[in-house]
Nanobody
Framework: QVKLVESGGGRVQVGGSLSLSCVAS????????MAWFRQTPGNKREGVAG???????TYGDSVKGRFTVSQDSATNTLYLQMNDLRSEDTGTYYC??????????????????WGQGIQVTISS
């Protein structure tokens, strides 16, 4: 079993920056991919950014060039640096992990482990 805990959300103005962290605990040696997803009420969960076993980051089209995903294997932490934030970036951000090498473009339901979610609000 793997537990994921997100931190770092909050409210910033358009054009600002925020950084999210996700710490994994438990059976972390079994994890081969981690990713960030986001969701707003009434919408499907959207892949934001992720890293699979090849350590190559992948991004959703709407965040390319603005967000950077990274990981620290020593502390089992996944980071998301979000720059040039827009109002449409508002949502609940979730950290996900799986024992397979899934991409951020994968169907969210394929990811086995999820954090509780953290709110990110971009105000104009």
């Amino acid at each position: 079993q793997v537990k994921l805990v997100e931190s770092g959300g909050g409210r910033v103005q358009v054009g600002g920056s925020l950084s999210l962290s996700c710490v994994a605990s438990g059976a972390t040696t079994t994890i081969r991919s981690m990713a960030w997803f986001r969701q707003t009420p009434g919408n499907k969960r959207e892949g934001v950014a992720g890293i699979a076993a090849d350590d190559i980051p992948t991004y959703g089209d709407s965040v390319k060039g603005r967000f950077t995903v990274s990981q620290d294997s020593a502390t089992n932490t996944l980071y998301l640096q979000m720059n040039d934030l827009r109002s449409e970036d508002t949502g609940t951000y979730y950290c996900a992990a799986d024992r397979a090498a899934l991409l951020v473009s994968s169907t969210p339901s394929l990811f086995e482990y999820w954090g509780q979610g953290i709110q990110v609000t971009i105000s104009s």
